[in-house]
């Protein structure tokens, strides 16, 4: 893997690989097993795929390669399975999933007994890995919290006394850069660093996305050889929910200014320009909602943000501590729910196909970042009424 000399994760993923590569080319040997520790999907898969490449014939793929999950299969069953030579395939992957369920309330003590058995005199043709992606490793291990190090210490000292340990650690935003910038280089397409840095930053460094996101930019811009920030901000949805954050904390500011100047960059960075106007206001919609029930809900850090807000209705990571901040800006309900109002009626407007969207939008924005103005309390408005009535 060309991200070997990168951060933790990506050695770490380097390192097995190179292992597996040798072993497949009759230059090594594959220990009996592996524990591939940590969540980020993006490293496991890589994990996955450099085995299946090595030792997993397309054709005998049914007769050598089994997924079982220790929630609804045993270790007993397992270890039954990695003992037994198949007679269809000169090699066993086994990969087993949940592994959570070996650390359980219990001793367990049979289990590991049987495990331990079983790894002193191990099937030399069959490989078991263990995935423990119930250990979240961030890109700086020493930030690791007690819990997910508790659970990590407990791994190393069961099953990585006989396995070896293979840390699928969150990928740092620099290394996540590096990543973007290489791979696009080996197809033949520069990123410029503003656009690898956009892309990385919308997508809160989940590398999964990235690679999805990137494959989208290669064939956007295919024949061209680079990809631009305009590229990423035109192609990458959280790209474009960034630059809304960025409006609506102009908006929420009472920057009048440079919420109009935020405003015409995103409709002139949109392919369908002023005919989005209708998607852009549903996004505004749609945040002060999020906002509304921030400060219904009085929430106070990111933390509480995903309590607070259900699947489905949740924002960016990269966002969350943005539109916490904004939310507490608007001194109560009254504020947001004009704001609702304001964007309603925008959209009631836009529907009516008014000669100029451009202007509908730019108006909205000019409100929505004003001042309200203040209510005059009941007493007043009765007294004007009677004093022009009695003009």
Same mark, same amino acid.
């Given at each position: 893997?060309?991200?070997?000399?990168?951060?933790?994760?990506?050695?770490?993923?380097?390192?097995?690989?190179?292992?597996?590569?040798?072993?497949?080319?009759?230059?090594?040997?594959?220990?009996?097993?592996?524990?591939?520790?940590?969540?980020?999907?993006?490293?496991?898969?890589?994990?996955?795929?450099?085995?299946?490449?090595?030792?997993?014939?397309?054709?005998?793929?049914?007769?050598?390669?089994?997924?079982?999950?220790?929630?609804?299969?045993?270790?007993?069953?397992?270890?039954?399975?990695?003992?037994?030579?198949?007679? &269809?395939?000169?090699?066993?992957? %086994?990969?087993?999933?949940?592994?959570?369920?070996?650390?359980?309330?219990?001793?367990?003590?049979?289990?590991?007994?049987?495990?331990?058995?079983?790894?002193?005199?191990?099937?030399?043709?069959?490989?078991?890995?263990?995935?423990?992606?119930?250990?979240?490793?961030?890109?700086?291990? $020493?930030?690791?919290?007690? @819990?997910?190090?508790?659970?990590?210490?407990?791994?190393?000292?069961?099953?990585?006394?006989?396995?070896?340990?293979?840390?699928?650690?969150?990928?740092?935003?620099?290394?996540? &850069?590096?990543?973007?910038?290489?791979?696009?280089?080996?197809?033949?397409?520069?990123?410029?660093?503003?656009?690898?840095?956009?892309?990385?930053?919308?997508?809160?460094?989940? &590398? /999964?996305?990235?690679?999805?996101?990137?494959?989208?930019? !290669? !064939?956007?811009?295919?024949?061209?050889?680079?990809?631009?920030?305009?590229?990423? @901000?035109? /192609?990458?949805?959280?790209?474009?929910?960034?630059?809304?954050?960025?409006?609506?904390?102009?908006?929420?500011?009472?920057?009048?200014?440079?919420?109009?100047?935020?405003?015409?960059?995103?409709?002139?960075?949109?392919?369908?320009?002023?005919?989005?106007?209708?998607?852009?206001?549903?996004?505004?919609?749609?945040?002060? $909602?999020?906002?509304?029930?921030?400060?219904?809900?009085?929430?106070?850090?990111?933390?509480? %943000?995903?309590?607070?807000?259900?699947?489905?209705? $949740?924002?960016?990571?990269?966002?969350?501590?943005?539109?916490?901040?904004?939310?507490?800006?608007?001194?109560?309900?009254?504020?947001?729910?004009?704001?609702?109002?304001?964007?309603?009626?925008?959209?009631?407007?836009?529907?009516?196909?008014?000669?100029?969207?451009?202007?509908?939008?730019?108006?909205?924005?000019?409100?929505?970042?004003?001042?309200?103005?203040?209510?005059?309390?009941?007493?007043?408005?009765?007294? /004007?009424?009677? @004093?022009?009535?009695?003009?």
């Amino acid at each position: 893997m060309s991200g070997g000399r990168w951060g933790s994760g990506f050695s770490a993923v380097a390192r097995f690989v190179a292992e597996v590569e040798a072993a497949a080319a009759g230059q090594g040997q594959l220990r009996p097993g592996y524990v591939l520790a940590g969540d980020e999907v993006f490293l496991l898969d890589r994990c996955r795929a450099a085995v299946l490449k090595g030792f997993v014939p397309p054709d005998l793929r049914d007769f050598c390669l089994s997924d079982l999950d220790l929630t609804t299969t045993s270790i007993f069953e397992v270890l039954d399975r990695a003992q037994t030579p198949s007679l &269809m395939s000169p090699f066993q992957v %086994i990969f087993i999933r949940n592994v959570r369920q070996l650390y359980t309330r219990g001793a367990k003590k049979e289990e590991f007994a049987a495990l331990e058995r079983y790894f002193r005199s191990p099937n030399p043709q069959a490989v078991l890995l263990f995935v423990a992606d119930f250990v979240r490793i961030p890109s700086d291990a $020493r930030r690791m919290d007690m @819990e997910d190090k508790n659970r990590y210490e407990r791994l190393t000292e069961t099953l990585g006394e006989h396995c070896g340990m293979v840390e699928l650690a969150r990928v740092s935003e620099e290394d996540a &850069m590096r990543w973007v910038v290489s791979s696009a280089q080996e197809a033949g397409v520069r990123v410029e660093p503003d656009a690898a840095r956009e892309l990385v930053d919308a997508l809160g460094a989940d &590398m /999964m996305l990235a690679s999805s996101e990137l494959e989208k930019l !290669l !064939l956007y811009t295919s024949g061209r050889g680079r990809i631009t920030l305009g590229d990423v @901000e035109t /192609m990458v949805l959280a790209a474009k929910q960034r630059s809304l954050y960025e409006l609506t904390d102009a908006i929420s500011a009472h920057d009048r200014v440079r919420a109009l100047a935020l405003l015409q960059g995103l409709l002139n960075s949109s392919d369908a320009g002023e005919d989005a106007a209708i998607g852009h206001l549903y996004m505004l919609a749609r945040t002060f $909602r999020q906002m509304l029930v921030i400060l219904e809900k009085n929430v106070r850090d990111s933390r509480a %943000i995903w309590q607070a807000l259900w699947q489905g209705f $949740r924002i960016p990571p990269f966002a969350a501590d943005d539109l916490i901040k904004q939310a507490r800006r608007f001194k109560n309900r009254r504020e947001l729910t004009r704001a609702l109002r304001l964007v309603a009626r925008a959209d009631l407007e836009l529907r009516s196909s008014p000669p100029d969207k451009r202007l509908v939008l730019e108006r909205l924005v000019y409100e929505l970042a004003s001042e309200p103005k203040p209510t005059p309390p009941l007493w007043a408005s009765s007294q /004007m009424s009677f @004093e022009i009535s009695a003009g």
